[in-house]
Protein backbone atom coordinates (compact mmCIF):
# COMPACT_ATOMS: atom_id res chain seq x y z
CA UNK A 1 0.00 0.00 0.00
CA UNK A 2 1.21 3.50 -1.25
CA UNK A 3 0.75 6.43 1.01
CA UNK A 4 -2.66 7.81 0.73
CA UNK A 5 -3.39 5.66 -1.81
CA UNK A 6 -7.21 3.96 -0.51
CA UNK A 7 -7.22 1.73 -3.64
CA UNK A 8 -6.39 -1.76 -1.62
CA UNK A 9 -9.44 -0.63 0.64
CA UNK A 10 -12.07 0.23 -1.84
CA UNK A 11 -10.94 -1.57 -4.71
CA UNK A 12 -11.34 -4.94 -2.48
CA UNK A 13 -14.63 -3.76 -1.12
CA UNK A 14 -16.12 -3.32 -4.22
CA UNK A 15 -14.73 -6.67 -5.86
CA UNK A 16 -16.05 -8.57 -2.33
CA UNK A 17 -19.68 -6.37 -1.99
CA UNK A 18 -18.42 -6.08 2.25
CA UNK A 19 -16.99 -3.41 3.84
CA UNK A 20 -16.09 -2.32 7.23
CA UNK A 21 -16.90 1.50 7.36
CA UNK A 22 -15.80 2.49 10.89
CA UNK A 23 -12.42 0.45 10.02
CA UNK A 24 -11.60 2.05 6.80
CA UNK A 25 -12.62 5.36 8.56
CA UNK A 26 -10.27 4.94 11.24
CA UNK A 27 -7.52 4.48 8.80
CA UNK A 28 -7.92 7.86 7.19
CA UNK A 29 -10.48 7.25 4.62
CA UNK A 30 -14.08 8.32 5.00
CA UNK A 31 -14.62 9.53 1.85
CA UNK A 32 -13.83 5.92 0.29
CA UNK A 33 -16.89 4.96 3.00
CA UNK A 34 -19.04 7.70 1.96
CA UNK A 35 -19.16 6.43 -1.77
CA UNK A 36 -18.95 2.50 -0.73
CA UNK A 37 -22.46 3.36 1.61
CA UNK A 38 -23.81 5.64 -1.08
CA UNK A 39 -23.72 2.76 -3.48
CA UNK A 40 -24.06 -0.72 -1.16
CA UNK A 41 -26.87 -2.20 -3.89
CA UNK A 42 -24.60 -2.57 -6.64
CA UNK A 43 -21.26 -3.81 -4.40
CA UNK A 44 -19.87 -7.06 -5.45
CA UNK A 45 -18.35 -8.75 -8.93
CA UNK A 46 -19.81 -12.02 -10.08
CA UNK A 47 -17.18 -14.49 -10.34
CA UNK A 48 -14.31 -12.40 -8.33
CA UNK A 49 -13.49 -12.32 -4.89
CA UNK A 50 -10.13 -11.23 -3.09
CA UNK A 51 -9.07 -13.42 -1.25
CA UNK A 52 -5.81 -12.87 -0.43
CA UNK A 53 -4.02 -9.35 0.86
CA UNK A 54 -0.19 -8.73 1.43
CA UNK A 55 1.16 -5.40 2.42
CA UNK A 56 4.39 -3.94 3.37
CA UNK A 57 3.64 -4.36 7.06
CA UNK A 58 1.16 -6.81 8.70
CA UNK A 59 -0.43 -4.34 10.36
CA UNK A 60 -1.70 -2.52 6.91
CA UNK A 61 -2.35 -5.93 5.43
CA UNK A 62 -4.55 -6.82 8.72
CA UNK A 63 -6.31 -3.50 8.15
CA UNK A 64 -7.40 -4.13 4.60
CA UNK A 65 -8.64 -7.51 5.14
CA UNK A 66 -10.79 -6.44 7.99
CA UNK A 67 -12.16 -3.01 5.97
CA UNK A 68 -13.01 -5.35 2.94
CA UNK A 69 -14.00 -8.85 4.10
CA UNK A 70 -10.33 -10.48 2.85
CA UNK A 71 -9.97 -14.09 4.49
CA UNK A 72 -6.28 -14.41 4.21
CA UNK A 73 -3.16 -12.29 5.18
CA UNK A 74 0.29 -13.27 3.60
CA UNK A 75 3.58 -13.05 4.76
CA UNK A 76 4.90 -12.33 1.78
CA UNK A 77 4.31 -11.57 -1.58
CA UNK A 78 5.31 -14.50 -3.28
CA UNK A 79 3.18 -16.52 -1.18
CA UNK A 80 0.14 -15.83 -3.19
CA UNK A 81 1.25 -17.83 -6.49
CA UNK A 82 -0.47 -20.88 -6.55
CA UNK A 83 -3.51 -19.69 -4.40
CA UNK A 84 -4.60 -17.13 -6.43
CA UNK A 85 -5.58 -16.56 -10.14
CA UNK A 86 -4.63 -13.09 -10.88
CA UNK A 87 -3.47 -10.00 -8.81
CA UNK A 88 -3.95 -6.43 -8.63
CA UNK A 89 -1.03 -4.12 -7.51
CA UNK A 90 -2.74 -1.61 -6.10
CA UNK A 91 -0.18 0.79 -5.89
CA UNK A 92 0.32 4.20 -7.26
CA UNK A 93 4.05 4.97 -7.19
CA UNK A 94 5.56 3.44 -10.42
CA UNK A 95 8.83 3.17 -9.36
CA UNK A 96 7.83 0.28 -6.93
CA UNK A 97 5.62 -1.38 -9.97
CA UNK A 98 8.25 -3.27 -11.80
CA UNK A 99 9.99 -4.94 -8.73
CA UNK A 100 6.90 -5.67 -7.27
CA UNK A 101 4.87 -7.14 -10.23
CA UNK A 102 7.95 -9.57 -11.02
CA UNK A 103 7.84 -12.46 -9.26
CA UNK A 104 3.95 -12.61 -10.78
CA UNK A 105 4.79 -12.10 -14.25
CA UNK A 106 7.60 -14.74 -14.29
CA UNK A 107 5.16 -17.06 -12.91
CA UNK A 108 2.36 -16.31 -15.33
CA UNK A 109 0.12 -14.89 -12.85
CA UNK A 110 -1.99 -12.70 -14.65
CA UNK A 111 -1.94 -8.98 -12.88
CA UNK A 112 -3.58 -5.56 -12.84
CA UNK A 113 -0.97 -2.49 -11.83
CA UNK A 114 -2.49 0.43 -10.90
CA UNK A 115 -1.75 3.85 -12.55
CA UNK A 116 1.13 4.75 -13.70
CA UNK A 117 2.19 1.76 -14.69
CA UNK A 118 5.73 3.32 -14.40
CA UNK A 119 8.22 6.33 -14.43
CA UNK A 120 11.38 5.40 -16.62
CA UNK A 121 11.52 4.23 -20.26
CA UNK A 122 13.33 1.32 -18.88
CA UNK A 123 10.78 -0.04 -16.82
CA UNK A 124 8.30 0.38 -19.73
CA UNK A 125 10.17 -1.35 -22.12
CA UNK A 126 10.66 -4.38 -19.48
CA UNK A 127 6.85 -4.39 -19.49
CA UNK A 128 6.38 -4.09 -22.58
CA UNK A 129 8.38 -6.96 -24.13
CA UNK A 130 7.10 -9.13 -21.17
CA UNK A 131 3.62 -8.28 -22.22
CA UNK A 132 5.05 -9.49 -26.03
CA UNK A 133 6.21 -12.62 -24.35
CA UNK A 134 1.95 -13.48 -23.70
CA UNK A 135 2.53 -12.63 -20.24
CA UNK A 136 -0.97 -10.83 -18.87
CA UNK A 137 -0.36 -7.16 -18.16
CA UNK A 138 -2.90 -4.82 -17.63
CA UNK A 139 -2.70 -1.51 -16.74
CA UNK A 140 -4.51 2.09 -16.68
CA UNK A 141 -6.23 5.07 -14.84
CA UNK A 142 -9.84 4.34 -14.26
CA UNK A 143 -10.79 7.73 -15.36
CA UNK A 144 -10.55 5.36 -18.81
CA UNK A 145 -13.84 4.14 -17.41
CA UNK A 146 -15.72 7.65 -16.05
CA UNK A 147 -19.28 7.47 -17.40
CA UNK A 148 -18.64 11.37 -17.91
CA UNK A 149 -15.59 10.66 -20.53
CA UNK A 150 -18.50 7.88 -21.79
CA UNK A 151 -21.32 10.39 -22.66
CA UNK A 152 -18.64 13.12 -24.55
CA UNK A 153 -17.45 10.04 -26.48
CA UNK A 154 -20.99 9.78 -27.66
CA UNK A 155 -21.35 13.47 -28.42
CA UNK A 156 -17.59 14.02 -30.17
CA UNK A 157 -18.75 14.02 -33.43
CA UNK A 158 -21.12 16.63 -33.33
CA UNK A 159 -18.39 19.35 -32.15
CA UNK A 160 -16.68 19.20 -35.85
CA UNK A 161 -12.61 19.14 -36.41
CA UNK A 162 -11.08 19.50 -32.81
CA UNK A 163 -8.72 22.57 -32.22
CA UNK A 164 -7.94 22.31 -28.79
CA UNK A 165 -8.52 19.89 -25.40
CA UNK A 166 -7.78 21.28 -21.73
CA UNK A 167 -7.59 19.42 -18.73
CA UNK A 168 -7.44 20.71 -15.09
CA UNK A 169 -6.41 18.08 -11.89
CA UNK A 170 -4.66 18.51 -8.98
CA UNK A 171 -1.86 16.98 -7.14
CA UNK A 172 1.57 16.16 -9.82
CA UNK A 173 1.92 15.03 -12.80
CA UNK A 174 3.88 11.58 -11.91
CA UNK A 175 1.05 9.87 -10.25
CA UNK A 176 -2.12 12.03 -11.33
CA UNK A 177 -1.45 13.21 -15.27
CA UNK A 178 -2.07 9.94 -16.06
CA UNK A 179 -5.76 10.55 -15.28
CA UNK A 180 -6.12 13.18 -17.51
CA UNK A 181 -4.55 11.23 -20.27
CA UNK A 182 -6.65 8.62 -19.72
CA UNK A 183 -9.52 10.55 -19.75
CA UNK A 184 -8.49 11.90 -22.83
CA UNK A 185 -7.10 9.41 -24.99
CA UNK A 186 -10.69 7.19 -23.97
CA UNK A 187 -12.48 10.27 -25.33
CA UNK A 188 -10.80 10.78 -28.33
CA UNK A 189 -10.42 7.52 -29.28
CA UNK A 190 -6.75 6.53 -28.42
CA UNK A 191 -5.29 9.26 -30.75
CA UNK A 192 -1.13 8.80 -31.68
CA UNK A 193 0.97 11.60 -29.54
CA UNK A 194 3.72 13.32 -31.31
CA UNK A 195 5.95 15.71 -29.06
CA UNK A 196 5.48 16.88 -25.76
CA UNK A 197 6.69 20.20 -23.54
CA UNK A 198 6.76 20.95 -20.18
CA UNK A 199 6.56 24.35 -19.24
CA UNK A 200 5.46 24.82 -15.92
CA UNK A 201 7.13 24.12 -12.78
CA UNK A 202 7.00 21.72 -10.06
CA UNK A 203 3.81 22.41 -8.08
CA UNK A 204 2.50 23.83 -11.27
CA UNK A 205 2.78 21.31 -14.06
CA UNK A 206 1.81 22.73 -17.30
CA UNK A 207 1.90 19.52 -20.08
CA UNK A 208 1.64 20.71 -23.67
CA UNK A 209 1.19 17.93 -25.50
CA UNK A 210 1.06 17.81 -29.86
CA UNK A 211 -0.95 15.26 -31.19
CA UNK A 212 0.33 13.21 -34.36
CA UNK A 213 -3.09 14.59 -36.62
CA UNK A 214 -2.20 18.36 -35.20
CA UNK A 215 -4.50 18.55 -32.45
CA UNK A 216 -3.24 20.75 -29.42
CA UNK A 217 -3.75 19.26 -25.77
CA UNK A 218 -2.97 21.26 -22.73
CA UNK A 219 -2.90 20.15 -19.55
CA UNK A 220 -2.90 21.55 -15.76
CA UNK A 221 -1.57 19.91 -12.75
CA UNK A 222 -1.80 22.14 -9.96
CA UNK A 223 -0.63 20.81 -6.26
CA UNK A 224 -2.93 23.28 -4.20
CA UNK A 225 -5.97 24.00 -6.53
CA UNK A 226 -9.49 22.83 -5.74
CA UNK A 227 -11.83 21.44 -7.84
CA UNK A 228 -12.20 18.05 -9.53
CA UNK A 229 -10.85 16.64 -12.22
CA UNK A 230 -12.01 18.71 -15.66
CA UNK A 231 -11.66 18.19 -19.29
CA UNK A 232 -12.41 20.40 -22.04
CA UNK A 233 -13.17 19.85 -25.69
CA UNK A 234 -13.84 22.48 -28.32
CA UNK A 235 -14.47 21.93 -31.76
CA UNK A 236 -15.26 23.89 -34.58
CA UNK A 237 -19.04 23.35 -34.13
CA UNK A 238 -19.05 22.52 -30.73
CA UNK A 239 -17.68 22.38 -26.96
CA UNK A 240 -17.99 20.76 -24.04
CA UNK A 241 -16.80 20.76 -20.42
CA UNK A 242 -16.62 17.13 -18.50
CA UNK A 243 -16.77 17.34 -14.87
CA UNK A 244 -15.71 14.14 -13.72
CA UNK A 245 -17.12 13.03 -9.99
CA UNK A 246 -18.22 10.06 -10.17
CA UNK A 247 -15.07 7.86 -8.50
CA UNK A 248 -17.25 4.99 -7.59
CA UNK A 249 -18.42 4.50 -11.31
CA UNK A 250 -15.12 4.18 -12.89
CA UNK A 251 -13.45 1.96 -10.17
CA UNK A 252 -16.02 -0.78 -10.51
CA UNK A 253 -16.60 -0.72 -14.69
CA UNK A 254 -12.37 -1.17 -14.62
CA UNK A 255 -12.52 -3.89 -11.88
CA UNK A 256 -15.38 -5.55 -13.92
CA UNK A 257 -13.00 -5.21 -17.53
CA UNK A 258 -10.11 -6.89 -15.30
CA UNK A 259 -12.21 -9.49 -14.61
CA UNK A 260 -13.72 -10.10 -17.68
CA UNK A 261 -10.32 -10.05 -19.21
CA UNK A 262 -9.77 -13.10 -17.01
CA UNK A 263 -12.35 -14.84 -18.07
CA UNK A 264 -11.54 -14.22 -21.90
CA UNK A 265 -7.56 -15.35 -21.04
CA UNK A 266 -6.36 -11.62 -22.56
CA UNK A 267 -6.88 -8.48 -21.90
CA UNK A 268 -9.23 -6.03 -23.13
CA UNK A 269 -7.24 -2.91 -23.08
CA UNK A 270 -4.55 -3.15 -25.68
CA UNK A 271 -1.30 -2.80 -24.31
CA UNK A 272 -0.21 -0.28 -27.13
CA UNK A 273 -2.56 2.51 -25.69
CA UNK A 274 -1.24 1.92 -22.25
CA UNK A 275 2.04 2.07 -23.23
CA UNK A 276 1.70 5.48 -25.52
CA UNK A 277 0.32 6.78 -22.67
CA UNK A 278 3.13 5.96 -20.79
CA UNK A 279 5.28 7.28 -23.16
CA UNK A 280 3.58 10.70 -22.90
CA UNK A 281 4.14 10.76 -19.26
CA UNK A 282 7.75 10.01 -19.38
CA UNK A 283 8.64 12.57 -22.35
CA UNK A 284 7.11 15.65 -20.14
CA UNK A 285 9.17 14.16 -17.13
CA UNK A 286 12.33 14.25 -19.56
CA UNK A 287 11.02 17.68 -20.80
CA UNK A 288 11.12 19.03 -17.40
CA UNK A 289 14.61 18.19 -16.75
CA UNK A 290 16.02 19.39 -19.55
CA UNK A 291 14.32 22.95 -19.00
CA UNK A 292 11.23 22.14 -21.33
CA UNK A 293 12.29 21.71 -24.27
CA UNK A 294 10.22 19.51 -27.19
CA UNK A 295 10.63 16.12 -26.69
CA UNK A 296 9.56 13.61 -30.18
CA UNK A 297 7.07 10.87 -27.95
Known amino acids: MSPGNAHPYSWSAIINGVFDGDEISRVGYPAVTAYLEANRDTLGIPGARVTHVWAQEVEIAASIAKGAGIEHVCASLESMIGE ?11 EHHREMARPFIEAGVPIFIDKPLTYSREDLAWFAEQYRAGKFLMSCSSMRYANECRIARQEIKSFGKLELVTAVGKKDWKKYGVHLLEGIFAILGDPIPH ?3 HIGRADKEIIQLRMEDGLDIMLHLFMDISGTFQISIFGQNGWKLIDIRNSYSM ?3 NIIEFVRSLEEGKPRLAFEKTERIMQVIISAKESFERGGV ?4
Open 294 to 297: EVVV
Open 251 to 253: FRD
Open 195 to 197: AVR
Open 84 to 94: VDAVILARDDP
